[in-house]
């Protein structure tokens, strides 16, 4: 009889244990179904099925766009090179231009110039030009009556004590005129005049004796007229160098 309980007692604590471990009330539990199974997966949303033809897969991947850290550096660098302006060939830098005068010619000097100094020069531009300026004030008697009028006149001005003078021989409008001086100021050809008034020459006056100047204004690039204003045809012509605007 006791040995009976005693085995009723085990059987019924087994049971216990048995449900308890079923249950999981020792901590495990043995999964019951497929959806108890699939609740139990660790991390069930990163499941990612796979295609298992490689030639599939390979053309799947091919077609997919590479994201925009993928694109190579020197990609990068030659498109921005397509996109910067090109710059014109105008802007590109030509030989700076100068503009050298030579003055103070005579015609035959600039003459001269134009055939030696300046001669085959395609790379410049020559433009000539003359200036008719006063060289010298001369005090006479204009001419009138012909020649025995001027020698009369010449007579009168011997008998006022007057005789630095002549008779112009050369022909044109100041033949026959009597010269009574030429001076290089005007200020000392007026001076003359009110000295020959004072002794009563009354018809005398001043005239401008002009002489024609000429000049070259040479542009071009600033090398070649320099090696020009220090060539031996330029310093022998004696001209007057100053720069000009081109």
């Given amino acids: 009889m006791p040995a009976m309980r005693v085995l009723f007692v085990v059987l019924v ?13 020792l901590g495990t539990s043995t999964p019951q179904g497929e959806p108890e199974r699939l609740s ?7 499941i990612v ?11 799947s991947q091919a077609n997919s766009p590479l994201p925009a850290e993928a694109i190579p550096a020197a990609d990068e660098r030659a498109q921005a090179e397509a996109d910067r302006p ?13 503009c050298v005068n030579y003055a103070g010619l ?5 003459e001269n110039l134009m055939q030696t100094a300046f001669a085959g020069r395609t790379d410049l531009r020559f433009e000539r030009k003359t200036t008719s300026t006063p060289s010298a004030w001369w005090v006479r008697i204009p001419p009138s009556g012909g020649k025995e009028a001027a020698e009369r006149r010449v007579a009168e001005l011997r008998a006022l004590g007057i005789n630095d ?3 112009v021989q050369d022909a044109g409008p100041n033949q026959f005129a009597v010269s009574l001086g030429l001076f290089k100021t005007e200020a000392k050809a007026q001076q003359h005049l009110a000295t020959l008034q004072k002794r009563r020459v009354q018809t005398a006056g001043i005239a401008a004796r002009s002489a ?34 081109p």
């Fill in 165 to 167: 003078l002549f008779i």
């Fill in 40 to 46: 139990n997966q660790l991390n069930p949303g990163r």
């Fill in 212 to 245: 024609v100047v000429h000049r070259i204004e040479v542009s071009g690039p600033a090398t070649s007229l320099e090696t020009i204003s220090r060539s031996r045809p330029v310093r022998q012509s004696g001209a007057t160098v100053s720069k000009c605007k």
């Fill in 106 to 110: 005579t015609e035959a000097q600039a």
């Fill in 13 to 25: 604590l087994l049971n216990l244990l048995a449900l308890a471990s079923a249950r999981g009330w």
């Fill in 49 to 59: 099925l796979r295609p298992t033809d490689p030639v599939a897969a390979g053309t």
């Fill in 86 to 98: 090109e710059t014109p060939a105008s802007t590109a830098l030509a030989p700076a231009d100068a």
